[in-house]
């Protein structure tokens, strides 16, 4: 879950430079390479900048940016959890609980599912968690096999075979959580975005435990994605290494809009018109579907906007969609 940073010499030996629990960004060096300048976030501080001295070790802090807001707030309580996959493997999971928490009662909750899906979750701060969170719910998220950080085996899991692996993974962190004394087992929600938003449409198709699904900027049908997206060349080297037409089975096997004739959840999809990577017709198929089944849908879209709204979209939008997400919540898990 952590991002440092380290050094190397032309012999091969590896040492630590920055090794802290979270995550280093961005860094650069001075003309004699004495002084580190980097950024450095957690779970509970968007980002500052340090300047470390090489020889020494010794840093200090140069920024406090949003320090004076988040004194005045409770964020909630973060709790790290390494749990057995479906496999039996080692998987690392966070847990936020929220402010005020009473271990006494039965909490909603929300699983959250991370993009890419060559990215991990890990120790930095996710606004759109602690929001949830501050909301009454129980915010939980893992890094499945099919990210990294832990290994080429662990990445590898799911090449040519979306939904495998990482579905069960998944399903397994639910069961976990599911299980701890302060959830409620009958108001759990799930959500995520880009490959997140997949793996939502993955779950809605093929079980019915959560209670409300929140898609966004989704994958729903991998063989029209292949001609909407920027991104068609390493979808192909996802999927085989061979373009649709020659196996367009394989794309609709691992395609959620396959699946959608089982979804029963309700769900909310959120897609913005101008997202190159996952396009809007990608959201459009999935809400289409659950209309004609009869499902509880509603989909929000979002003019101008692109692929990466939630972090770079207008101010006042960015707000909406949240907006949207808990209130679909609220309404079906509260």
Request: aromatic share 12%; with cysteine; proline share 5%.
């Amino acid at each position: 879950g952590n991002t440092v940073l380290k050094r190397a010499d032309l012999d091969g030996n590896v040492e630590d430079v920055i090794a802290k629990t979270g995550v280093v960004g961005r860094f650069g060096f001075d003309r004699d390479q004495e002084r580190l300048l980097y950024f450095f976030a957690d779970m509970k501080d968007p980002g500052q900048i340090y300047l470390h001295d090489m020889e020494s070790g010794k840093e200090r802090v140069l920024t406090r940016a949003n320090r004076a807001l988040l004194s005045k707030i409770d964020l909630g309580n973060v709790e790290e959890v390494w749990f057995k996959g479906a496999a039996g493997n080692d998987l690392q999971g966070w847990i936020i609980t929220p402010p005020g928490f009473d271990p006494g009662k039965k909490y909603p909750s929300i699983l959250e599912i991370h993009g890419g899906p060559r990215v991990q979750y890990g120790n930095f701060f996710m606004h759109e968690f602690y929001y949830l969170a501050a909301q009454g719910y129980v915010v939980y998220f893992c890094n499945p096999r099919g990210g990294q950080g832990y290994g080429e085996e662990h990445s590898k899991a799911i090449w040519n075979d979306w939904g495998g692996a990482d579905y069960a993974d998944l399903m397994a962190w639910a069961d976990h959580v599911s299980k701890l004394p302060y959830i409620d087992p009958d108001r759990m929600g799930v959500t995520g975005g880009s490959y997140g938003g997949y793996m939502t449409n993955w779950i809605i198709g093929h079980t019915d435990r959560f209670q409300a699904a929140v898609t966004q900027r989704s994958v729903s049908n991998l063989l029209s994605m292949y001609g909407s997206s920027d991104f068609n060349w390493a979808f192909q080297e996802e999927f085989g290494n061979v373009p649709p037409w020659e196996d367009p089975e394989n794309y609709l096997r691992q395609s959620p809009i396959t699946y959608i004739g089982n979804a029963k959840t309700p769900t909310l999809v959120i897609h913005s018109e101008n997202d190159l990577r996952c396009a809007i017709e990608q959201g459009e198929q999935v809400f289409v579907a659950l209309k004609r089944l009869g499902v509880e849908t509603k989909m929000i879209r979002f003019p101008d906007e692109p692929h990466g709204l939630s972090r770079n979209g207008r101010t006042d939008r960015r707000i909406a969609r949240l907006t949207h997400i808990i209130a679909w919540f609220d309404r079906y898990l509260k």
